[in-house]
Structures are given as structure tokens and as C-alpha cells.
């Protein structure tokens, strides 16, 4: 296990408040957090694995004080796992909470204000519950049960927001204090999680259409096709993003897709991968100028939200894994480690994950990153979290 170290400008840079990390950091999943992607003398800072036989286990959620996964305890009956909340301080490493939440699957986390959001599956996948926890404790604050979700949690301006999925297909809006705002039925099969800014709520459907409703009312907005029609399989797999009035919609069709979120019209269409795969594109990271989109067969690209022109692309390919972007550059998962680039495309680290091999190639394609506090988080699906950091 590597040896932690101190690094005093990272220290001094705790608050008692900060923006919510998880997929994206915030309900935009926008991916861009304020904080300086590690460089210089750059290392693991410390590696943990909680639990007996984890597994399962969300994206990291990084709050001001610690880093934050939900994970399954995997016995032999699969019917009867157990998921956990697991919170590590975020400097050192030491595991700080250990809750059970119930039998069946983690979903995912977010992180509001005081407030911990988890939301998991039973273990038939015909409902989900969303349990609010004091984030200092891990104290179960309320419950609610709901069908079967398609992803984690977007929370804006104290409200969360969820989709679900199968025979329900609707979005749910959550207050923070328990308060279920309203519920929404979705003309056609909801596939993708919720983004979601101070306007509106936007879910990607499995024929490329993009519902988005009223943040406040719950009302249908507009419903429109974004993402060009693929008859092999879901159109819209990755989580679109929002920020500033648009819409970055990834396609099967190996595409990047812009759009007005005041009433669908497309902006530009970006092909991302020269020859379609047939592989989904992964949520996009949007900052100020530049999406970027990790691919696998095309690597890194960097693309101009102006007019969606390729600025640079990777000369190595990687999974289909959300980038995660800081002030200075972008990290990605990418095979079996870690990179960072600069926001030129020059790479300028990379730091090696080791893959268990126990025949599950998922747990690679399920690698994590979050930026906070001039650290990165890597999380991995069987539990492992590193902290990734600059000596100081």
C-alpha cells in the first residue's frame, strides 16, 4: 500500500462548504470542478479497499472533509448482499464511516449541503430506494421507495432528481427534506440518468429523443429527436450534459451532439470516432471552451463548444469512461491507468491501476474520476479508492 504524504497547500485548502462531486459535480454533470488538476511530483497518495468482499461499488463523491463510495458486500446468496456506505478522510485515507444501507445494488451518491443522497436497487431490480444520510455521521435522515432508477441522483438549488425506468419511465423531484415535489410520466423508455441546471430537467431516452421538463412544475417542456437513430441498440447510453443554455447529448452513432436547452434545436454535430464502432460515447466533460469525450477507439477528443470542431484528440485510445476536468487539464481513465492532459493534449502524467484478473473486464470500464481539493480520486468497481496528488 503506498505510503501517505503531506502536502500543506492541499491541507490549507479545506473548507466547510464546497460543490457536491459525483459524475460530474455538480447536477449539470458537467464534469468541470474548480480545483487544480495534480502536477509536478505526482503519486499515489494512499490506496483503500473497504469491506470484506466488496464489490459493485458507485463513483467516488468527494465532500469537503472526505470521499465517499457506496459498495456491495457480495456473500454467496447474491439475493442477500449487503450495500454500504464507506467514508474515508480525504487526506489521509482513514475510513471514517461504515453504514449499511440495505440488501441489493449501489446505484449511486451525490452530496448536498449536510446531506448524503444514496440511492440503490433491490436485488430483483423492480425498485429502488433513495435514503438521505447526515454526511457527518452517516445517520439516516429519511427513506423513500420508488421503481427500479436509471442512474444516480442530479441535485440543483436543494432539489433531486431521478428517473426511472421499465414500465414506470418517469422523473421524480425530491426535496431535500423529504418532499416529493412532483412526478412525471416519459413519453418513451428512460435509458439515461438525469442532468439537470435551474431551468430544467433533461433525460435521454433509448430512440435519441431527449425529454426535458420544468425544474419547478415537473410540466414537459419539449420532447425532441437529438441523437442521430441506430437500430442496433439504445441511441442515448451516456448521461447528457448541461451548461450555460446547452445540451451535450453523446450518441451510439459515435457523435457528440449540441443543443439549445430552451427548445431542443440542434447547434452542431460532431462525429468523434472516424469509422463507427458501434460503441456507446460516454458522458461528455464540458468546461467554459471545450468538451472532451473519452472514446475507445478514438482516445481523448477535445472539441470547441462553439462550433464543435476538433481541436485535438489523444494518440491513445482508452475505455468508455468519463473524463474528469480541473483548472489546468483533464484526467482520464484510459486501459490501465490514469492520465492526465494538459488542456493542449500534451499528456503529463499517468499513474497505473492495477485490473484485478478475475475475469470481470467491467471493473476497468467502471474506473471513476473525481477532482477536488488539488487531488484526484480514482475509484474503481471493486471498491479500491486511490488518491492520486503532487508531493508537497
Known amino acids: 500500500m503506498p505510503k501517505p504524504f503531506t502536502n500543506d497547500a492541499y491541507t490549507a485548502s479545506y473548507t466547510t462548504s464546497g460543490r457536491w462531486l459525483l459524475e460530474g459535480h455538480d447536477g449539470g454533470r458537467t464534469g468541470y470542478a474548480a480545483s487544480t488538476v495534480p502536477h509536478g511530483d505526482v503519486d499515489v497518495a494512499w490506496l483503500r479497499r473497504p469491506g470484506n468482499d466488496p464489490h459493485g461499488a458507485t463513483a467516488p463523491v468527494v465532500g469537503p472533509e472526505r470521499v465517499y463510495i457506496a459498495y456491495v458486500e457480495e456473500p454467496d446468496d447474491a439475493e442477500n448482499s449487503e450495500v454500504y456506505l464507506a467514508g474515508f478522510d480525504a487526506e489521509s485515507g482513514e475510513q471514517q464511516l461504515d453504514v449499511q444501507l440495505e440488501t441489493g445494488r449501489a446505484v449511486g451518491l451525490a452530496l448536498a449541503g449536510d446531506t448524503l443522497l444514496a440511492v440503490t436497487r433491490g436485488p430483483d431490480y423492480e425498485q429502488a430506494t433513495l435514503t438521505a444520510l447526515a454526511r457527518s455521521d452517516g445517520s439516516t435522515q429519511w427513506t423513500d421507495t420508488i421503481p427500479d432508477v436509471t442512474g444516480s441522483p442530479a441535485v440543483v438549488d436543494g432539489t433531486c432528481y431521478l428517473a426511472t425506468r421499465d414500465e414506470d419511465n418517469a422523473v421524480y423531484a425530491y426535496a431535500l427534506n423529504d418532499t416529493q415535489r412532483w412526478r412525471t410520466p416519459i413519453d418513451g423508455e428512460c435509458y439515461t440518468a438525469t442532468c439537470a441546471d435551474r431551468d430544467g430537467v433533461y433525460v435521454g431516452l433509448t430512440d435519441g429523443r431527449i425529454a426535458a421538463l420544468d425544474a419547478t412544475t415537473g410540466e414537459p417542456r419539449w420532447s425532441k429527436q437529438i441523437a442521430t437513430p441506430e437500430e442496433c441498440c439504445p441511441d442515448i447510453q451516456g448521461t447528457p450534459t448541461v451548461a450555460d443554455g446547452r445540451l451535450y447529448v ?32 460516454p458522458s461528455p466533460v464540458v468546461t467554459a471552451d471545450t468538451a472532451y469525450v473519452n472514446t475507445y477507439h478514438g482516445g481523448l477528443v477535445a472539441i470547441d463548444i462553439s462550433d464543435g470542431s476538433v481541436r485535438w484528440r489523444s494518440a491513445e485510445s482508452g475505455y468508455n469512461q468519463p473524463p474528469a476536468a480541473g483548472d ?28 484485478p484478473d478475475i475475469g470481470m473486464a467491467g471493473y476497468i470500464m467502471d474506473t471513476e474520476v473525481a477532482l477536488a481539493h488539488g487531488m484526484c480520486y480514482v475509484g474503481i468497481a471493486d471498491s479500491r479508492i486511490y488518491a492520486i496528488g503532487a508531493r508537497g
Request: net charge negative.
Open 328 to 355: 489546468g487539464g483533464v484526467v482520464v481513465p484510459q486501459n490501465d491507468s490514469v492520465v492526465a492532459y494538459e488542456t493542449s493534449g500534451n499528456p503529463v502524467w499517468a499513474i497505473d491501476i492495477t485490473v
Open 250 to 281: 453523446p450518441g451510439i452513432a459515435e457523435e457528440l451532439v449540441a443543443a439549445d436547452t430552451a427548445d431542443g434545436t440542434v447547434l452542431w454535430r460532431t462525429t468523434v470516432v472516424d469509422e463507427d464502432y458501434g460503441n456507446a460515447i
